[in-house]
C-alpha cells in the first residue's frame, strides 16, 4: 500500500500535478512525507517541499536527513528560514546545528531571533551525548500554589509552543524543580484544589552533564515520557521527551554492533557514507586484527615438528577454533547486551564468571562427547587421538566461554567500551589459547617430541 501512494506520488511530481501532490501530502504523516522527499532530486525537492503548508513544512522539515535539510536551507530565502527555526522544537534545531557545514550554521543564526540565538548557543555548549544536548526548553512549568483551574488556563495559554504538555513540573521562583504533575490528575482534581496537593514531590530528574545513555535507560527503567534536567543547583533548564531517548537508544545499539563487528561507529547511514569513509572505519581494526592474527601463525610455526610426526593433528585446527571462537562470542553477546540494559554490572564479575564456567562445562561436554563418536567412527584404533581432541575442545569451549563473558566486564573496570571485547577481538584471543592447549595435550598424551 505505502509503495503503490509513494509510487503515485512520484507520479505527480513528474508531471508537475503540484496541486494534486499538494493534497496526497495534506492528508500524510510528517515522516511518510520527508521519506518521500528525501527521494526527490534536490531540484523537485525544494519545489514540492514549498508546497507543503506551513505548519506541515516546519514538521516535515525536522524529519528530514541532514542532507535534504542543507539543501533545503540553501535555496530558501532568509525569512522563510527564519520562519522554520522558529517554528521547530530547540532539540530539533540543536540537532540539525550539530550536523551542518560551518557556513550553513552561520546563515541559521544570522536568520533566528536573539532570544532564539542566545538559546540556540545555550544548548551548543553542553557535552556531545549528554542530556544538555539532547533536551528541549519547551515544557510546561507550574508553581506550586496555583490552582488547578489556573493551571489549565497557564496551559491553554503556553500549549502551542510547548513539545510535552502530558507532564508539567512544579518550580519555585527561582526555577528550581520541586515536584512533577501529569494533566490526568488535575483533570480528575477539584478545580480549587492546590497544585502542590496533586504534585509527587519525588522526581527522577538527570543534570546536564548526565551522559545521554543513561537518560535513555531511565526511561526503559521506569517507563517515563519524559525526564527533567536540571543544573547543578537543580535548576530546571529543560526536558527530554521520549522520543529522543528512544532516537538514543538506536543510536547506541547501532554504534555496539559496529564495535562488536570491528568497526569504527559511524554516523551516516550505509547508503549515504563514502567508499573512503567506510574503509577509514575499517582498516584500523582488521590492522589489529591482522597483526594478533600473528600469534597463532607463530603458535603454529613452534609445533611444526608435531605436524610433521603426525599430520592427521592439522586437519583438527579449523574445527577447534571456529568453535573456540563461536562459543566466545555467544558469552559476549549477553554479557554486553546485559551490560547495556543494565542487568550485569561489574560487580558481577564472580557470578558471570562462575555461571559462564557451568554453561560451558555442560555444553563443552556434550560437544566433546558427540565427536568423540564420531571420531571414533571415522578414525578407528586411534583412541588417544580421539581423546586429546575432544579433550581439547572441552578445554577450548570452557576458557572461550570463561574470556567472552569477563573481558566486556573486565573492560567496563577500566572504563572502556566493552563493546570493543566482542567477536573479533576475542575470536583472535580464544584462537591462540586453543591452539596452545591443543598442542599441549597432544604432545602429552601422543608422546611427541
Same mark, same amino acid.
Given at each position: 500500500?505505502?509503495?503503490?501512494?509513494?509510487?503515485?506520488?512520484?507520479?505527480?511530481?513528474?508531471?508537475?500535478?503540484?496541486?494534486?501532490?499538494?493534497?496526497?501530502?495534506?492528508?500524510?504523516?510528517?515522516?511518510?512525507?520527508?521519506?518521500?522527499?528525501?527521494?526527490?532530486?534536490?531540484?523537485?525537492?525544494?519545489?514540492?517541499?514549498?508546497?507543503?503548508?506551513?505548519?506541515?513544512?516546519?514538521?516535515?522539515? %525536522?524529519?528530514?536527513?541532514?542532507?535534504?535539510?542543507?539543501?533545503?536551507?540553501?535555496?530558501? /530565502?532568509?525569512?522563510?528560514?527564519?520562519?522554520?527555526?522558529?517554528?521547530?522544537?530547540?532539540?530539533?534545531?540543536?540537532?540539525?546545528?550539530?550536523?551542518?557545514?560551518?557556513?550553513?550554521?552561520?546563515?541559521?543564526?544570522?536568520?533566528?531571533?536573539?532570544?532564539?540565538?542566545?538559546?540556540?548557543?545555550?544548548?551548543?555548549?553542553?557535552?556531545?551525548?549528554?542530556?544538555?544536548?539532547?533536551? &528541549?526548553?519547551?515544557?510546561?512549568?507550574?508553581?506550586?500554589?496555583?490552582?488547578?483551574?489556573?493551571?489549565?488556563?497557564?496551559?491553554?495559554?503556553?500549549?502551542?509552543?510547548?513539545?510535552?504538555?502530558?507532564?508539567?513540573?512544579?518550580?519555585?521562583?527561582?526555577?528550581?524543580?520541586?515536584?512533577?504533575?501529569?494533566?490526568?490528575?488535575?483533570?480528575?482534581?477539584?478545580?480549587? %484544589?492546590?497544585?502542590?496537593?496533586?504534585?509527587?514531590?519525588?522526581?527522577?530528574?538527570?543534570?546536564?552533564?548526565?551522559?545521554?545513555?543513561?537518560?535513555?535507560?531511565?526511561?526503559?527503567?521506569?517507563?517515563?515520557?519524559?525526564?527533567?534536567?536540571?543544573?547543578?543547583?537543580?535548576?530546571?533548564?529543560?526536558?527530554?521527551?521520549?522520543?529522543?531517548?528512544?532516537?538514543?537508544?538506536?543510536?547506541?545499539? &547501532?554504534?555496539?554492533?559496529?564495535?562488536? @563487528?570491528?568497526?569504527?561507529?559511524?554516523?551516516? #547511514? =550505509?547508503?549515504?557514507?563514502?567508499?573512503? %569513509?567506510?574503509?577509514?572505519?575499517?582498516?584500523?581494526?582488521?590492522?589489529?586484527?591482522?597483526?594478533?592474527?600473528?600469534?597463532?601463525?607463530?603458535?603454529?610455526?613452534? =609445533?611444526?615438528?608435531?605436524? @610433521?610426526?603426525?599430520?592427521?593433528?592439522?586437519?583438527?585446527? #579449523?574445527?577447534?577454533?571456529? /568453535? $573456540?571462537?563461536?562459543?566466545?562470542?555467544?558469552?559476549?553477546?549477553?554479557?554486553?547486551?546485559?551490560?547495556?540494559?543494565?542487568?550485569?554490572?561489574?560487580?558481577?564479575?564472580?557470578?558471570?564468571?562462575?555461571?559462564?564456567?557451568?554453561? %560451558?562445562?555442560?555444553? $563443552?561436554?556434550?560437544?566433546?562427547?558427540?565427536?568423540?563418536?564420531?571420531?571414533?567412527?571415522?578414525?578407528? $584404533?586411534?583412541?588417544?587421538?580421539?581423546?586429546?581432541?575432544?579433550?581439547?575442545?572441552?578445554? &577450548?569451549?570452557?576458557?572461550?566461554?570463561?574470556?567472552?563473558?569477563?573481558?566486556?566486564?573486565?573492560?567496563?573496570?577500566?572504563?572502556?567500551?566493552?563493546?570493543?571485547?566482542?567477536?573479533?577481538?576475542?575470536?583472535?584471543?580464544?584462537?591462540?589459547?586453543?591452539?596452545?592447549?591443543?598442542?599441549?595435550?597432544?604432545?602429552?598424551?601422543?608422546?611427541?617430541?
Amino acid at each position: 500500500m505505502k509503495q503503490e501512494l509513494m509510487k503515485l506520488l512520484m507520479e505527480l511530481a513528474e508531471k508537475r500535478d503540484y496541486r494534486t501532490l499538494k493534497e496526497k501530502l495534506s492528508e500524510m504523516n510528517e515522516v511518510d512525507v520527508a521519506e518521500f522527499l528525501d527521494e526527490l532530486t534536490p531540484e523537485k525537492r525544494i519545489v514540492v517541499y514549498r508546497t507543503l503548508s506551513k505548519e506541515q513544512a516546519t514538521e516535515v522539515f %525536522s524529519c528530514l536527513d541532514v542532507e535534504s535539510q542543507q539543501h533545503i536551507i540553501n535555496s530558501i /530565502t532568509d525569512w522563510e528560514l527564519g520562519e522554520i527555526v522558529e517554528d521547530l522544537f530547540m532539540d530539533d534545531v540543536v540537532d540539525m546545528l550539530e550536523e551542518l557545514p560551518a557556513n550553513v550554521v552561520k546563515r541559521v543564526m544570522q536568520n533566528a531571533t536573539p532570544d532564539t540565538r542566545k538559546l540556540i548557543n545555550q544548548f551548543l555548549k553542553y557535552p556531545e551525548n549528554s542530556a544538555g544536548s539532547i533536551m &528541549t526548553a519547551e515544557f510546561i512549568d507550574l508553581k506550586k500554589h496555583t490552582t488547578v483551574e489556573q493551571a489549565f488556563a497557564h496551559i491553554r495559554k503556553t500549549a502551542m509552543d510547548k513539545e510535552d504538555i502530558y507532564t508539567c513540573f512544579v518550580t519555585d521562583a527561582n526555577r528550581v524543580l520541586e515536584g512533577v504533575v501529569t494533566v490526568r490528575e488535575l483533570l480528575l482534581s477539584p478545580y480549587e %484544589s492546590a497544585v502542590e496537593e496533586l504534585m509527587d514531590p519525588n522526581v527522577i530528574s538527570v543534570t546536564t552533564t548526565e551522559d545521554q545513555e543513561v537518560v535513555a535507560d531511565l526511561f526503559s527503567k521506569y517507563d517515563l515520557l519524559t525526564i527533567p534536567v536540571v543544573d547543578t543547583e537543580n535548576r530546571l533548564v529543560g526536558i527530554v521527551t521520549v522520543d529522543d531517548a528512544v532516537e538514543v537508544m538506536e543510536q547506541e545499539a &547501532t554504534e555496539d554492533f559496529e564495535k562488536m @563487528a570491528a568497526m569504527a561507529p559511524s554516523e551516516k #547511514p =550505509y547508503l549515504k557514507t563514502g567508499v573512503f %569513509s567506510l574503509a577509514k572505519n575499517r582498516i584500523g581494526w582488521l590492522l589489529v586484527l591482522m597483526i594478533s592474527g600473528m600469534f597463532t601463525g607463530a603458535i603454529l610455526q613452534r =609445533y611444526e615438528e608435531a605436524f @610433521a610426526v603426525m599430520p592427521l593433528l592439522v586437519t583438527f585446527i #579449523p574445527m577447534l577454533t571456529d /568453535t $573456540g571462537g563461536n562459543a566466545g562470542s555467544q558469552s559476549s553477546t549477553l554479557i554486553i547486551r546485559g551490560m547495556a540494559l543494565s542487568e550485569i554490572q561489574t560487580g558481577d564479575f564472580f557470578r558471570v564468571l562462575w555461571k559462564e564456567v557451568r554453561v %560451558s562445562l555442560l555444553v $563443552g561436554a556434550a560437544l566433546a562427547l558427540i565427536n568423540f563418536v564420531r571420531l571414533m567412527i571415522f578414525y578407528p $584404533g586411534n583412541f588417544m587421538l580421539c581423546l586429546t581432541v575432544v579433550l581439547s575442545m572441552l578445554a &577450548t569451549v570452557i576458557i572461550a566461554k570463561a574470556v567472552g563473558g569477563i573481558l566486556p566486564i573486565v573492560a567496563k573496570v577500566f572504563h572502556a567500551d566493552p563493546a570493543i571485547m566482542a567477536a573479533p577481538l576475542i575470536t583472535t584471543i580464544v584462537d591462540a589459547l586453543s591452539l596452545v592447549i591443543y598442542f599441549n595435550i597432544a604432545v602429552q598424551l601422543l608422546h611427541l617430541a
